[in-house]
T-cell receptor, first 113, second 113 residues
């Protein structure tokens, strides 16, 4: 399987709710990173998973959490949604912790109302 | 504190001319730099990268120049084509690219026919 696919493409949630975003990485890619891109900004690093273990975290609160599974899929979970969480969430996979480059998915557009 | 800066939000050039996109960084630990292109409703697509041991890397119409002393890099596109119209992100990483990507805010390039 080639490419990185993310689901859903768009999502609307209410403040205080919880959301799970999904990503299917390229086969053989043992590293997945998640980024948040707010409007008019560049992507900001949330965290990275390498072989199912968290391998680095950006400046995001603990209500942002993730999981990586052996089948090259991963999840981003956000609890207690806030209005400022409205953004494009991007998943990127790499064959080896960034060495060899990252392939990005098209993202999930999350709107919190 | 923005570690990667793209100070010009937009650039408009005529088809066939050169496009020059600039990027500045502040973190001396960065040793790997990348340019991504992003179309609306798509994820960022890798364009070209450069390691800090080089000062130039070329791939077809795209050339990236790195000036380590000035902490500055630039992307040259020659000749520019209307299909190059997109948002371009500069990104930087440490540890040879195995660390998280730190992105600039992006610059919208418009190439007019």
């Amino acid at each position: 399987e080639t490419g990185v696919t993310q689901s859903p493409t768009h999502l609307i949630k209410t403040r205080g709710q919880q959301v799970t975003l999904r990503c299917s990485s390229q086969s053989g890619h043992n590293t997945v990173s998640w980024y948040q891109q707010a409007l008019g900004q560049g992507p900001q690093f949330i965290f990275q998973y390498y072989r199912e273990e968290e391998n680095g975290r950006g400046n995001f609160p603990p209500r942002f959490s993730g999981l990586q599974f052996p089948n090259y899929s991963s999840e981003l979970n956000v609890n207690a949604l806030e209005l400022d969480d409205s953004a494009l969430y991007l998943c990127a996979s790499s064959p080896d912790r960034g060495l060899g480059g990252y392939t990005f998915g098209s993202g999930t557009r999350l709107t919190v109302v | 504190d923005q570690q990667v800066k793209q100070n010009s939000p937009s650039l408009s050039v005529q088809e066939g001319r050169i496009s020059i996109l600039n990027c500045d960084y502040t973190n001396s630990m960065f040793d790997y730099f990348l340019w991504y292109k992003k179309y609306p409703a798509e994820g960022p697509t890798f364009l070209i990268s450069i390691s800090s041991i080089k000062d130039k890397n070329e791939d077809g119409r795209f050339t990236v120049f790195l000036n380590k002393s000035a902490k500055h890099l630039s992307l040259h596109i020659v000749p520019s084509q209307p299909g190059d119209s997109a948002v371009y992100f500069c990104a930087a990483s440490a540890q040879g690219g195995s660390e998280k990507l730190v992105f600039g805010k992006g610059m919208k390039l418009t190439v007019n026919p």
